[in-house]
């Protein structure tokens, strides 16, 4: 297989990888970038570990061909906080006890933050379009007081 | 700061919380080694058959591959079974479930290796095999074991049944068929072994680093101390991560000695779910009979464990489905029989509840089965045999003592439910709606015939600077062990938890400490901390006492200080007392040791004290039911437990609604569809775990009226929270529905099957 060159800007910063043509971005990341953040639950696209932002929108990277994401602008886990050291609902969920085994959590938190971005801080409209992240651990109840709590911060963007 | 100035019973940030949300936590996946081989597993795709001989010659082709090892080239024993020795690691000349291995494969890439598994190909004459429990024991019935299909019989008797029987007025009889459950942690089995000349470092994602130390000796032929497993991080594990990770490790372990390198062995998931242990399906007959006043009069409970094709913990998770298969419940005359039997299905093992969950769905489904004959509302019932303070003698006639809280959780939760506001409104349609209780009463710890693994070892280490190190044999696998832990150490030391650091379990730094298993890892880790730090003051009070010139029974710890009993104003910095310690060089490390109390119990008659002390707990469910299609929501779960004494609030909690909503994916939707032993739905996408979308509104409370012999009086909360869910979305479902439904999963078919009468498309059905 041949290889291909991909420029992004990842976590905010501009970055270019040569990788071959049929390489995940979840592959990119982790193996090529070093950003270990993002987790692989299922390589299907049905657990919703491996969510990043791409161009804003949460997607399952497992899913998504490396190859097209030219031009793109991708946040994992560790750049959610931007310039800050953790993003309001990173600190939420550690506040509120959101995290157990973990595993889930950088997915969650990196769609919980889009969410947020967009305003979605209706409980029962943050339960449906968090539905793509399976939790097996916290029952999703603290999830849920995290995402109210970041909510409620005042915005510092 | 709760109670007096210390962490216990609030809510500080987990110390692992930080690290996982912001992606820095190294799972096992994350770690990768120069050199590092990654590994695979060539696993058959039947469920039976004899095997002639395993061809490696085209896995080897492929390139990139180091290394493909069949059973001949295991230089130890081929053997990894937890109990009885039935299972062998690598196939030598029987296939008896999907997913047992052919050979092992290392390549310098997971796809060559995968690939190159893929290549592996094993002359196979098929069996027929058996895939149901009840053919299995059948006279003539295919032998999965040459010691045939009976693994083990527990029973229970007590009382005369013949006697009682005639003072009863009702009696009900049921056949319950209960299905499996896969744990879906959300990180799959993972491990990563790291050879050197003579021994082995295993890196895993598990319960039980002690049982992989034994398995990957054993495979590998080495003595125990040439065996130094670490846990990793665990990404969930619910018993899943307990007995199996020995498997993926003494693979990865193999490998690693074969090629000289580091191996990672990564389970994808469709292998996960394919070839892993599930809770055990059961088969769970009944015959219980009350008297006119709704007294219960006897219980009869005939139990069969699918143990699938090796006996794993099936024989350990029956003695605890046997103890637990009459609940809270005084019932005079009592007879369970639970029997194991193999199969060519996959392979039952621990999981969250480990066999009480099965038999207290049938339990609880009785209870309303008889609450419906004799007129009474299902609460009634309950409160008329439930154990509290006048009653307090088990089914195995163990005497607890007071206060006995089954009661008091009963209706403590009913009140809850009552309050309680439902998340979400429904969907347009037409809605039954039903409400449904469920009461469990949990044995703590392990099994009197596990006790000689309650036990655990802890190691607290004082840092000059007045913090401490703390190593413990009990693993966090997500339900807040070192959060536990932490809060126990600091509250013994008296200093700020964020100055106690709990490090994860490695077989080299504390004694084999049995497993994290039996909703004991707070209680055995604590107590082993408890008796270390009693053991550092031995030592640190007589220097805090000189320095604050008291006697040394005198000094008190609290607020990151030592201080004089009765004299709140004079303090030292514990900074300065360590400091003084090791100014005289006194020892600043203590190990501490836990074991569980002996007990008296028989098991031919399963009389006495299967367990030392109990958790009770009641859920009450309320459902809404859509009787066209067979959907079922969960509106809203009143949980109420008797704790004994919160160490962690938000860690308790998470316990109780992580439990409930698993619970209700095992009640509804997590169906494993086997086909001759083989998962037919091994994905999420068909597999159905409970999403952010289907979570019921829950409502806690804790009871801490009665103290466990925990630390601080706690008791065990990861499988109570379990347990009674299920069951009580069975009974709202029946309730809502005005039918009985015997089968767990309630997926739409069976509840539509249980409408039939009033289904306006009954005429269509058979």
Redesign the interface.
């Known amino acids: 297989m041949g290889s291909v060159t991909v420029s992004l800007v990842l976590n905010g910063e501009q970055r270019t990888f040569e990788v071959p043509a049929g390489r995940r971005l979840l592959d990119l990341l982790?193996d090529d970038a070093g950003?270990?953040?993002?987790?692989?639950?299922?390589?299907?696209g049905?657990?919703g570990?491996c969510t990043v932002l791409l161009n804003g929108l949460p997607v399952p990277s497992c899913l998504v061909l490396a190859a097209s994401c030219e031009g793109a602008d991708v946040v994992?886990?560790?750049g959610l906080g931007g310039d800050r050291p953790?993003h309001p609902l990173?600190r939420a969920?550690?506040?509120?006890?959101g995290?157990?085994?973990?595993?889930?959590?950088?997915g969650v938190?990196t769609t919980g933050a889009a969410l947020l971005e967009h305003g979605i801080t209706e409980?029962?409209e943050?339960?449906?379009r968090?539905?793509?992240?399976?939790?097996?651990?916290?029952?999703?109840?603290?999830?849920?007081e995290a995402l109210q709590a970041a909510a409620r911060e005042p915005g510092d963007d | 700061m709760t109670d007096g100035g210390t962490p216990l019973g609030g809510s500080h940030a987990r110390p692992d919380a930080l690290a996982k949300v912001t992606g820095q936590t190294r799972y096992v996946g994350d770690i990768a080694l120069p050199g590092m081989l990654h590994a695979a597993v060539a696993a058959a795709d039947v469920s039976s058959a004899r095997v002639g001989s395993v061809d490696t010659s085209r896995a080897l082709e492929i390139p990139g591959v180091e290394a493909v090892m069949t059973a001949q080239d295991v230089p130890g024993a081929n053997l990894i079974g937890v109990i009885f020795p039935d299972q062998p690691l690598l196939v030598e000349d029987r296939v008896r479930m999907v997913g047992d291995r052919f050979a092992v494969v290392a390549a310098r890439s997971p796809e060559a290796a995968w690939r190159s598994a893929t290549a592996v190909s094993a002359q196979l004459e098929p069996l027929a095999g058996v895939h149901d429990p009840v053919e299995a024991l059948k006279a003539g019935a295919d032998a999965v074991h040459d010691s045939g299909n009976l693994v083990h019989t527990f029973r229970v008797e007590r009382g005369d049944i013949k006697k009682a029987e005639a003072r009863a007025t009702v009696v009900v009889e049921a056949e319950y068929r209960i299905g499996g459950q896969e744990h879906a942690y959300l990180e799959p089995q993972a491990c990563l072994a790291i050879p050197e000349a003579g021994r082995v470092t295993v890196l895993a994602s598990c319960q039980c680093p002690f049982y992989i130390q034994q398995g990957v000796a054993r495979v590998l032929g080495l003595p125990l101390s040439a065996v130094r497993v670490e846990q990793a991080p665990t990404g969930g594990a619910f018993g899943g991560k307990e007995d199996y990770p020995s498997e993926p490790a003494a693979c990865a372990a193999l490998l690693a000695w074969r090629t000289r390198r580091p191996v990672r062995l990564l389970y994808p998931r469709e292998h996960d779910l394919q070839a892993t242990t599930k809770r055990h399906a059961m088969r769970v007959h009944h015959r219980w009979g009350a008297d006119r006043a709704g007294r219960l009069r006897f219980a009869e409970v005939d139990v069969l464990l699918d143990a699938g094709a090796y006996a794993g913990l099936s024989t350990v998770v029956a003695e605890r489905a046997n103890a637990s298969a009459i609940g809270p419940y005084d019932v005079a005359a009592v007879r369970v029989r639970t029997r194991v039997a193999y199969t060519n299905n996959l392979f039952g093992g621990a999981f969250r509840g480990f066999g009480a969950p099965q038999v207290t769905w049938a339990h609880e489904a009785t209870m309303d089965r008889l609450a419906r004959e004799l007129g009474l509302h299902p609460v009634e019932l309950r409160r008329r045999n439930v154990l509290g303070e006048r009653r307090r003698v088990t089914s195995t006639g163990q005497r607890l003592p007071a206060p006995v809280m089954a009661k008091a959780c009963l209706e403590k939760a009913v009140a809850a439910s009552s309050a309680g506001q439902p998340a979400r409104a429904l969907p347009p349609g037409r809605w039954l709606h039903g409400t449904g209780t469920a009461l469990v009463l949990y044995g703590c710890n392990l099994h009197h015939g596990g006790q000689h693994l309650d036990r655990s070892s802890a190691v607290v280490i004082l840092q000059a600077d007045g913090s401490a190190v703390v190593r413990v044999g009990l693993t966090e696998m997500g339900q807040g062990n070192l959060v536990a832990a932490q809060t126990v150490a600091a509250t013994a030391l008296g200093i700020d938890p964020v100055k106690v650091e709990v490090w994860q379990p490695d077989t080299t730094t504390v004694a084999d400490s049995g497993p994290t298993v039996a909703s004991r890892g707070a209680h055995a880790s604590g107590l082993a901390i408890l008796e270390a730090v009693r053991r550092l003051r031995r030592r640190l009070d007589p220097v805090a006492a000189e320095l604050l010139g008291c006697e040394p029974s005198q000094v008190m710890l609290g607020g990151d200080a030592a201080r004089v009993f009765g004299e709140p104003e004079q303090t030292i910095a514990m900074e300065q007392v360590v400091q003084e310690m090791v100014r005289r060089r006194i020892e600043t490390i203590a190990t501490g040791w836990y074991r569980s109390r002996r007990r008296r119990f028989d098991p031919a008659t399963g009389l006495g004290s299967p367990y030392e002390f109990y958790a009770m707990a009641c859920h009450v469910a309320r459902v809404a039911v859509d009787p066209d299609l067979g959907l079922v929501r969960v509106e809203h779960v009143a949980a109420a437990h008797d704790v004994g004494k919160v160490l962690h609030r938000d860690a308790l909690e998470g316990q109780i609604q992580g439990g409930i909503v698993q619970a209700m994916g095992w009640a509804l939707t997590e169906e494993l569809k086997l086909s001759r032993g083989r998962l037919l739905n091994p994905g999420f996408t068909d597999y159905l775990i409970p999403t952010s979308d289907d979570a019921p509104a829950i409502s806690i409370a804790l009871l801490e009226d009665a103290p466990g012999s925990g630390p601080f009086g706690s008791k065990g909360i990861g499988e109570p929270s379990f347990i009674p869910t299920a069951a009580a979305i069975r009974n709202a479902v029946c309730d809502a529905i005005g039918a009985e439904v015997d089968r767990l999963p309630l997926t739409p078919p069976v509840i539509v099957e249980a409408v039939a009468a009033r289904h306006p498309f009954s005429f269509l059905l058979p």
């Not at chain 1, 969920?93 to 006890?97: A, C, K, P, W, Y």
């Open positions: 982790r950003l270990t953040g993002t987790k692989e639950g299922c390589g299907a049905e657990c570990a994992t886990v560790e953790l990173q969920m550690v506040e509120r006890g995290v157990q085994c973990g595993f889930c959590t950088p938190v409980p029962l943050q339960g449906r968090l539905a793509g992240n399976l939790c097996r651990c916290t029952g999703y109840s603290k999830i849920f």
